[in-house]
């Protein structure tokens, strides 16, 4: 079986690579770059040189694959609308090559907050943080494909990590003091590359149309809690700031999103077995300079 991976070389996407390759699936990851390309291509995998922007090259990948899975974003959050219309587009190109094909669709969304209580797969996108991906995506679940959401949270860790949580640590050293905001209780959902690999694997093999699957192992970490462990190996004092004072990152580290995956763990068997955040973060590869 062959599968489509759209950011088949970044962070979470190369993890979704060595997983399917490791069950015997067959790989085309889309390349941007050289060195891109050379990545997909080191890890075992046919490379298709195109981008998120380049919907010829999308609709190649997804019409020569039995499915696709879609990880890539723009992550520009200097310019986040253009990015997530972006991401818009991509999704319907490939959904519309797999219409009426019954193969598997699978695309990445984020964590959502629930307007009370722990965010479910059952609760439905929030319009006030609009990334398009679950709009763009299950509307094809009426077109025979067999799209199904996987929502990531907020940090999705590892070695290699280059998101929110470095983020953090180089603010930390920049500014000199390891801040949250507020009191720190909001709370972020969390998920190894890894496990979340195979969360991408498992929802490949057996989520039906229209399912929102949790690839999240860890319902909500506090943010007080990543910002001591940053200031003890930095070796700085731990407080409150604005969140101005964390420029673009501060909306999203105000943000309390709690999120269970109790419904995705039960409908997969998916299981989540690698470090949790705050053991992955107490490590000196978070910290070298």
């Known amino acids: 079986m062959k599968i489509f991976v759209t950011g088949a070389s970044g962070f979470v996407g190369s993890a979704v690579v060595r997983e399917l390759l490791e069950h015997g699936y067959q790989v085309i990851g889309l390349a941007r770059s050289e060195a891109g390309a050379a990545r997909i291509a080191s890890a075992g995998a046919e490379v298709l040189r195109g981008s998120l922007e380049d919907s010829a090259s999308l609709q190649r990948g997804a019409a020569a694959s039995d499915g696709v899975i879609h990880t890539a974003f723009i992550h520009d959050f200097s310019n986040y609308a253009a990015s997530v219309a972006a991401d818009g587009r991509a999704i319907e190109a490939l959904g519309e090559v797999l219409s009426g094909s019954g193969r598997p669709l699978l695309v990445t969304s984020g964590a959502v907050r629930a307007a009370s209580g722990v965010a479910t797969e059952d609760t439905p996108a929030n319009p006030s943080f609009p990334r398009r991906s679950e709009a763009s ?19 999705v860790h590892g070695e290699g990590d280059h998101g929110f949580v470095p983020e953090l640590i180089r603010i930390a050293r920049e500014k000199r003091v390891s801040a949250f905001v507020g009191e720190g209780s909001n709370r972020w959902p969390a998920v190894h590359r890894l496990d979340a690999a195979r969360a991408f694997r498992l929802a490949l093999e057996h989520a039906p149309a229209g399912t929102r699957v949790h690839a999240i192992a860890e319902e909500g970490i506090p943010t007080r809690a990543i910002a001591t462990v940053i200031g003890k190996r930095l070796d700085l004092p731990v407080e409150p700031r604005p969140i101005e004072h964390f420029g673009w990152l501060g909306r999203f580290l105000s943000f309390d999103v709690p999120s269970s995956s109790a419904k995705t763990r039960q409908l997969l068997g998916w299981q989540p077995v690698e470090a949790d955040l705050l053991t992955d973060l107490d490590h000196p590869r978070y910290f070298a300079e």
């Open 137 to 155: 995506a299950l509307p094809f679940a009426e077109r025979g494909v067999r799209v199904a959401v996987v929502r990531l949270p907020p940090t």
